[in-house]
């Protein structure tokens, strides 16, 4: 059953679009949201939500949509039975454009150094640039479940990936000796490509004489890269 006050109350619903322009290059402007190069770029939003006769409902909510930082959430179901949603969000993480680094295959879990480097001597004619930059997706998807009055059922489900490079630190030696005593400190370009899978279910009564919850989680992680 709706209640009649949700049913009367005034539903506003907005879709905005234009036109964005950022004026000049700003690398820790656009950090985390994509928009550290000048020029024009597309402004989205939308909000929107209906309440129907019969006690269904949809909600859609989105922002940021032109943007390297987008997030999207969509909610539909059943007034007090039933309610699903899924929802997208992108999170950028532009960290530094001035880094140089003499290793190879930057990106993957091998690095290299180039025939015949020297640090004393060629290291800065064996300098390359590369950007230090991630970029995070998730996906969250989920439902509840109203049998009774007196007991829910909650389940959801996400998934968040992250790529790219990123800079980790490292003691570089060649044997045990060196290592010990006379070893080289070095920031190594770090190869960045896990997921993380999420999984929460939970079972609530609550009555006159008692509340509980049951609840269950689980996080597995996965990293594409064994070693570096």
């Given at each position: 059953i709706v209640p009649d006050e949700l049913i009367s109350a005034p539903i506003i619903n907005e879709i905005e679009v234009g036109i964005g322009y950022v004026s000049d290059d700003a690398y820790k402007f656009g950090r985390y949201t994509g928009l550290q190069?000048?020029?024009?770029?597309?402004?989205?939003?939308?909000?929107?939500?209906?309440?129907?006769?019969?006690?269904?409902?949809?909600?859609?909510?989105?922002?940021?949509?032109?943007?390297?930082?987008?997030?999207?959430?969509?909610?539909?179901?059943?007034?007090?039975?039933?309610?699903?949603?899924?929802?997208?969000?992108e999170l950028p993480n532009f960290k530094d454009n001035t880094a140089e680094t003499p290793y190879l295959g930057v990106g993957s879990e091998t690095l290299l150094l180039p025939a015949g480097f020297d640090i004393n001597s060629n290291l800065d004619?064996?300098?390359?640039?590369?950007?230090?930059?991630?970029?995070?997706?998730r996906v969250i998807m989920g439902a509840n479940f109203i049998a009774q009055k007196l007991w829910q059922f909650d389940i959801d489900y996400s998934l968040?990936?992250?790529?790219?490079?990123?800079?980790?630190?490292?003691?570089?030696?060649?044997?045990?000796?060196?290592?010990?005593?006379?070893?080289?400190t070095s920031a190594l370009p770090e190869p960045i490509d896990y997921e993380t899978n999420q999984v929460n279910a939970t079972?609530?009564?609550?009555?006159?004489?008692?509340?509980?919850?049951?609840?269950?989680?689980?996080?597995?992680?996965d990293n594409n890269n064994d070693s570096l």
């Open positions: 190069d000048d020029g024009a770029f597309l402004l989205g939003e939308i909000k929107f939500r209906e309440l129907y006769e019969d006690g269904s409902f949809l909600s859609i909510r989105g922002k940021d949509l032109g943007t390297d930082s987008r997030y999207m959430r969509v909610e539909a179901g059943i007034w007090g039975s039933l309610e699903a949603f899924f929802q997208y969000d004619a064996n300098l390359h640039s590369l950007e230090l930059q991630t970029k995070r997706e968040e990936s992250k790529e790219g490079v990123d800079a980790t630190s490292a003691a570089i030696a060649h044997g045990k000796e060196q290592l010990l005593g006379n070893s080289t079972l609530h009564y609550s009555g006159d004489n008692a509340q509980f919850d049951l609840s269950y989680h689980a996080s597995l992680f």
